[in-house]
């Protein structure tokens, strides 16, 4: 599964934010707002923020949403 920039807005995540975390991580933002990212890996940096993003986009899946 992929959480996208949308699953990170439905928490309430602003972009600005959501790019300073990606890039004190050490991830690529520009092409997570462009693919997304594997739930996995944004679940092993053990983030509870990443979590919540992670709970959205197993509800976004569950409901039959792209």
């Known amino acids: 599964m992929r959480v996208y920039i949308q699953d990170c807005r439905a928490c309430g995540y ?19 707002v462009l693919n997304g990212i594997d739930a996995e890996a944004l679940a ?18 569950r409901d039959g949403q792209q």
């Open 14 to 32: 602003c972009a600005p934010g959501v790019r300073d975390f990606f890039q004190r991580c050490g991830l690529d933002f520009r092409d997570f």
């Open 44 to 61: 092993e940096l053990g983030d509870a923020m990443s979590r919540q993003a992670i709970l959205k986009a197993e509800k976004r899946a």
